[in-house]
């Protein structure tokens, strides 16, 4: 592989910090970015071996201090050695408090002089700090790690001790929380793990790259489409699948920015229409209004002024509108909508039935491609996977049509809000191939279509296996997706004897 460093370059404003931008044109499917985590650290306060990363309950021997899993001998000699050395501790702290976890990797980082460098890289990183002083989850973590670990007396076996205070501990914390990816742990549940320059990449909803991570925890970062040299390298730092005020939300508490994204910004999300309402008042004109969300124009006189809270300069710079006929919907009744469709999604769960009772019924308050709706078509779709997987349920042609029209639904959205190589994507365009090709096969059966009908259906499916697999292509080959496009591959091979010996024996 070429040097990737030429790549990309470090860059930095006041608006965004440090950031990536091309080096050079960077074309789509193109890796500009290998590295391996300074640190991996389990989520959620889950206890994991420190040395395989699988969950265990298990401590190990020689430090007392560290989990460390049967199948593992040992973890690193380092770090075991120092704890081991450490004698009037109360280990019982640090082991009721899995998140004091994180904080002992980040200063056994600084206390290992083979990691000055690693160690330089962590505390350079974006903490924002301040912002977070004082607030809730500051009192927590004060409780959960950062109160225990000091009390523990282990901090006074480490270098410079007086420097190890709650400010340092606080911000190890905070420079997780900002800074961390979410990743695959090796049997259920997730890690996070820290990669520096990776982390570097400024966010935006519609992003243009795309990071995977192999069996080694190395990841690799390629661009989703082509990149003009100049331009910035975004990744996306939320859920896609949300809503503008959630992803907005989630990247304001936990990332302290405003998103301003062009998807953010566009109140109908680019056309995808994900946090859209039906307008009832154009319904009972028999014409089809959609309810957005867009910024109020400030009627003269009405300027905010500066000694307006910002929450409410917040509330009323929004206003729920309908397109079309200038409907409005109040913040409050939108809140309630939400909140509603939540609660009943809650209780339907896994019930296919209920899904869809609630999907016909939400639809006629919410646009079809709102996010809720999104969600509760991807359940149904995940319940009738499972059904056309068990053969003995014998599924009839019904399930396989549903499955269909709910494939392309969620394609659509996709195609909208994931423009370029997208896994996502990719998944779901394989299940809707898959799964248009049985219901092709069984309508050939039924004698509803001739065979070379059947041909140009499956030629047609054949097109959207070989898109998936060019998504998925680029996948490291021992993950999840790599698999996949394995299976891809095999499949694709089997439909094409299929064609012929179909074309052949006409
Ligand atoms: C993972 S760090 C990225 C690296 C960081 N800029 C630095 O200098 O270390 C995330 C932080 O970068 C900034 N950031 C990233 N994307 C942004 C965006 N689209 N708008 C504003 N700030 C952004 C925010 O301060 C955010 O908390």
Redesign the pocket.
């Known amino acids: 592989m070429n040097d990737l460093t030429k790549k990309y370059i470090i860059e930095?404003n006041d608006?965004?910090?440090?950031?990536l931008t091309a080096a050079a044109d960077i074309k789509a499917g193109e890796t500009f970015l290998l590295e391996q985590p300074i640190l991996l650290l389990a989520s959620n306060g889950d206890r994991r071996c420190t040395n395989c990363l699988k969950l265990t309950t298990e401590f190990c021997r020689i430090c007392q201090v560290f989990a460390l899993c049967d199948n593992c001998a040992s973890h690193n000699e380092y770090d075991c050695g120092l704890l081991a050395g450490m004698k009037d501790i109360q280990v019982d702290l640090v082991k009721e408090n899995p998140l004091i976890y994180g904080l002992l990797k980040c200063l056994l980082l600084r206390e290992n002089p083979e990691n000055t460098a690693y160690y330089e890289q962590l505390i350079?990183?974006?903490s924002?700090l301040e912002a977070r002083r004082g607030s809730e989850i500051w009192r927590d973590l004060q409780q959960h790690a950062v109160g225990p670990l000091l009390q523990s007396g282990l901090t006074k076996y480490l270098k410079d001790t007086q420097s190890v205070d709650e400010n340092l501990l606080h911000k190890y914390l905070a420079i997780i929380d900002?800074?961390c990816f979410e990743i695959r742990a090796p049997d259920e549940g997730q890690l996070r793990g820290i990669y520096p320059l990776a982390?570097?990449?400024?966010?935006?909803c519609v992003s243009n790259v795309q990071a995977s991570i192999d069996e080694h925890y190395q990841m690799k970062v390629y661009a989703r489409c082509d990149v003009a040299k100049g331009a910035l390298l975004y990744n996306c730092?939320t859920n896609v699948l949300l809503g503008t005020d959630e992803r907005r939300h989630l990247l304001k508490v936990g990332?302290?920015?405003?998103?301003?994204?062009a998807r953010c910004e566009d109140p109908t999300e680019l056309g995808s229409h994900m946090s859209s309402f039906m307008c009832a008042r154009c319904a009972d004109n028999k014409r089809a209004g959609f309810i957005v969300k867009k910024k109020k124009e400030p009627a003269q006189g009405q300027q905010q002024t500066a000694k307006q809270t910002k929450s409410s300069a917040t509330k009323q710079l929004w206003l729920w509108q309908c397109q079309q006929c200038e409907h409005t919907l109040t913040a409050e009744t939108v809140e309630q909508l939400i909140e509603r469709a939540k609660e009943e999604m809650f209780h339907a769960k896994d019930d296919v039935t209920r899904y869809e009772l609630l999907l016909s019924k939400l639809t006629r308050y919410f646009h079809p491609n709102h996010y809720l709706l999104l969600d509760i078509k991807q359940n149904i779709a995940a319940i009738l996977r499972s059904i056309l997987q068990n053969f003995s349920l014998q599924p009839g042609r019904k399930v396989y049509e549903r499955k269909v029209r709910l494939c392309q639904d969620i394609f659509g959205i996709l195609q909208i809000i994931l423009p370029g190589i997208s896994r996502l994507k990719a998944i779901v365009l394989y299940e809707m191939a898959n799964t248009t090709a049985e219901l092709h096969r069984m309508r050939y059966e039924q004698k509803e279509l001739q065979k070379m009908e059947l041909v140009a259906l499956l030629k047609h499916i054949e097109q959207m296996l070989r898109e998936a697999i060019r998504m998925l292509l680029y996948e490291p080959p021992d993950t999840p997706e790599g698999q996949m496009t394995k299976n891809m591959l095999k499949e694709l091979k089997d439909l094409q004897n299929d064609i012929k010996y179909l074309e052949e024996n006409q």
Do not use: P, S, T
Not at 15 to 19: D, I, K
Not at 255 to 261: I, S, T
């Open positions: 930095q608006e965004l910090g440090r950031y350079q990183m974006e924002h900002v800074n982390a570097l990449m400024a966010h935006n730092y990332k302290y920015f405003d998103c301003k994204c």
